[in-house]
């Protein structure tokens, strides 16, 4: 359908962005508009507020708490880290010279008692969450304790726990001698895990699922090592992968890891009843009005029209200010020829996207003929934002404004 229709959206200033809708926000309204301004300041490609936010005195504390080593070594670890940042900003915007990454605010919740900002990150076709668990300075300022990127399934106190106990073994191999539980499981499997990495990295999925199985059991039930053999797993593509999934969102019934790995599964796309719930249980653990777009591409590819336009429709009351479902409905107007239904979905993008200037391009004679599109021409026109190219020979696929 996107054949039919190329569409390019220019905010001249760029519209705010609203909120979807979600529940009443259970927390303090200095909360909201901290998240608020964040989602503003990514979506324009600018990392500053997050890389400044962050309380590292805070998030390097749970890091290291109780963790193996003396204050000196503790001091060396930390060292460069504390003096140039984590720049978790860039980190999440990537280094592409031109920022592409669109950033929405789903909400802000209460979760385990404390605020936190759950937002959507769409990255070149890539689909990512981020939870920001929020609090209070001693200046009062609102500050990020601990990110939660739902694509990593851990929070990042956790990732850089495993960082720094490696480090800290290395500088100190005897005072992890000293340790019992479960972190000791993973100390005295040091060598091994050394080698599922470099398995992983070379590729060798099979090998590195054979050296998790010889794990301890108390060690591979842990979560990091449980999603290292999933995704091992998934790229065999083995019925053993969907006992392993089952099992792991047993245990783990809110991640949503393993879902947002499946939407980007190659070998899904010829099972869309699969799809449908992958997106599904996604949306259970996230809430987000896009999945409903997701759904219409896999109704569209079930040729269930009906459907795919009920969902485009909820994507749209959900976040009027996404563009893609837009998008799928005026294609799917235009070729039916319902050219009256094709315009009121052309201004209900214009209010909802917020979009100064607008640059369309359209492959149906029919359309550009039709008095339903001349008429909302003149009134574009009228507005003084777009201006009516005239060529000499009209293009034989239609015209271009």
């Excluded at 060396?76 to 999440?92: N, Q, S």
């Excluded at 590195?208 to 995704?231: C, H, T």
């Excluded at 029209?305 to 969902?311: D, F, I, M, Q």
């Amino acid at each position: 359908m996107l054949s039919l229709l190329w569409l390019v959206l220019a905010a001249t200033p760029a519209a705010p962005t609203p909120p979807s809708e979600s529940p009443p926000q259970d927390v303090e309204p200095a909360f909201l508009a901290f998240a608020t301004d964040l989602r503003d300041s990514l979506q324009a490609g600018d990392p500053s507020l997050l890389d400044e936010r962050v309380d590292l005195d805070r998030l390097l504390q749970r890091a290291t708490r109780d963790l193996p080593a003396s204050q000196a070594v503790l001091d060396a670890l930390l060292g460069d880290v504390r003096e140039t940042g984590l720049k978790l900003g860039g980190a999440l915007l990537g280094s592409k010279k031109d920022h592409t990454d669109r950033v929405h605010l789903l909400r802000v919740e209460s979760h385990q008692g404390a605020p936190r900002a759950i937002l959507r990150v769409l990255s070149s076709g890539a689909l990512n969450y981020f939870a920001f668990e929020l609090a209070r300075d001693e200046r009062g300022r609102v500050v990020i304790v601990d990110v939660y990127p739902f694509m990593a399934g851990e929070l990042l106190s956790e990732s850089l726990r495993r960082v720094y106990l490696m480090a800290a073994l290395e500088k100190a191999p005897e005072a992890g001698k000293k340790r019992t539980g479960r972190e000791r499981g993973v100390m005295d499997n040091m060598p091994r895990f050394q080698r599922i990495h470099r398995l992983l990295d070379e590729e060798r999925y099979q090998e590195a699922v054979d050296e998790l199985s010889r794990l301890p059991p108390a060690v591979l039930a842990e979560k990091s090592f449980q999603l290292i053999r999933l995704k091992a797993l998934m790229r065999l593509g083995e019925p053993r992968y969907q006992r392993a999934l089952r099992a792991y969102e047993k245990a783990f019934p809110e991640d949503a890891v393993m879902d947002l790995l499946a939407l980007d599964d190659a070998r899904l796309d010829d099972k869309p009843e699969e799809r449908m719930r992958v997106l599904d249980r996604l949306d259970r653990k996230v809430g987000d009005p896009y999945l409903h777009y997701l759904r219409a591409e896999v109704k569209l590819q079930q040729d269930d029209v009906p459907a795919a336009k009920r969902s485009l429709l909820r994507a749209i009351q959900g976040d009027p200010t996404l563009y893609e479902p837009y998008m799928e409905l005026l294609s799917l107007t235009i070729g039916e020829g319902d050219y009256a239904q094709a315009i009121l979905v052309l201004e209900g993008l214009e209010r909802g996207v917020g979009a100064d200037v607008m640059r369309l391009e359209v492959s149906d004679a029919g359309f550009l003929a039709s008095p339903e599109y001349r008429e909302w021409l003149r009134r574009q026109n009228q507005k003084g934002k777009y201006r009516l190219l005239r060529p000499r020979v009209p293009p034989p696929t239609g015209g271009e404004l």
